[in-house]
């Protein structure tokens, strides 16, 4: 009997497993069809960005042949597929270089910026979340509650231009725009493209505070704006629960609330928890345009900013196609993992 559940268990987590990976294929097919047709039928002429206004029409037409942009758009989209399955997403206009050589060299910031924020808003998110549901009515809980509808609420971009002016500006407490004071720009070697471990790599103490005090104004703008969702969502989440029967039965037996918070409500919502870090951390990598804008971040936000004003479809289809591809990948890795973990769902 042991061994025929264990096999049935088995074979339903692979069963989940192939639907999630099945889901993922049909969804990255649907997203590279969607960005191609955006670019297809995008206004902006590719081929007058290479050869100019002033060009002849014979040399429009070679370049244009050239580019394949002559076939039928059934044969563009399977070159670019093609292409893509060989690492080529194109040249980039704006800068001469490819596209792919772009994104290698921007896009590790991003994700540095994100992932420390997320790291720092998702643990006092939780955290506040929980205090909240505990102290549910109290000042304490309508100050935080007010605090997160100001952060859901306050264009991240005005709040960054605040930050800027009170804590580099003024009272200089911070580094200002960038990743690296110039002095350090050019003497450490980008290894990885995370400014934190190229620091450390290079054994310079100085360089690395420095890295950390660039780091502080953005992290704690994206940090607030991704704690103030998580706390609301996790003090609903955790009311929500603690209406059951088995919190009922707890107190009953006189477990404190924060105990019973901590050790029963919590890992009864990991899923909803998982979900809203997911999402949170979703939107800092593709929502970190005007953070990016804001500090001088050279990040792939700022790299698509870039693109879209000097009408660089080739970037911004690349950059575009990376975001979604980390959206997708993201979310149905952690629709995988939860339905792996929760007994509930299995």
Not at 15 to 39: K, W
Not at 52 to 73: F, M, R
Not at 219 to 239: D, E, G, Q
């Amino acid at each position: 009997m042991n061994t025929l559940t264990i096999s049935t268990r088995l074979k339903s987590q692979l069963f989940t497993l192939v639907q999630g990976i099945l889901t993922l294929a049909l969804t990255l097919l649907g997203l590279l069809v969607i960005t191609f047709t955006l670019s297809a039928f995008s206004p902006v002429d590719p081929v007058l960005q290479i050869v100019g206004d002033h060009a002849s029409i014979e040399t429009y037409n070679q370049v244009k042949h050239e580019l394949g942009l002559d076939l039928p758009i059934y044969m563009q989209f399977f070159h670019y597929v093609e292409a893509l399955l060989q690492g080529n997403l194109g040249t980039a206009t704006s800068t001469g270089q490819p596209v792919f050589d772009d994104l290698i060299a921007t896009f590790p910031a991003t994700l540095e910026l994100a992932t420390v924020a997320l790291v720092i808003g998702a643990s006092l998110g939780i955290l506040f979340g929980v205090l909240c549901a505990r102290f549910v009515g109290t000042p304490f809980d309508f100050t935080l509650r007010f605090l997160t509808l100001l952060g859901s609420s306050v264009p991240i971009f005005w709040l960054g231009l605040i930050l800027l002016l009170i804590f580099y500006a003024t009272l200089q407490w911070t580094a200002g725009p960038g990743r690296l004071d110039d002095i350090y720009q050019f003497t450490i070697e980008p290894v990885t493209g995370f400014a934190l471990i190229d620091t450390l790599l290079a054994g310079d103490k100085d360089a690395f505070l420095n890295a950390l005090s660039h780091l502080i104004l953005p992290v704690s703008l994206l940090a607030y704006f991704a704690l103030a969702s998580i706390t609301r969502l996790t003090r609903s989440a955790c009311l929500n629960e603690m209406n059951k029967e088995y919190v009922t039965l707890a107190r009953a037996k006189g477990i404190g609330e924060l105990r019973l918070l901590f050790t029963h409500v919590l890992p009864n919502i990991r899923g909803v928890l998982m979900t809203i870090i997911a999402l949170s951390y979703t939107g800092m990598l593709e929502g970190a345009v005007l953070t990016e804008t804001v500090f001088s971040w050279p990040g792939i936000g700022r790299y698509l900013t870039t693109a879209l004003f000097a009408g660089d479809t080739t970037a911004i289809m690349g950059g575009t196609l990376v975001i979604g591809l980390c959206f997708v990948l993201i979310n149905n890795m952690t629709d995988i993992v939860i339905r792996l973990t929760d007994p509930r769902l299995r």
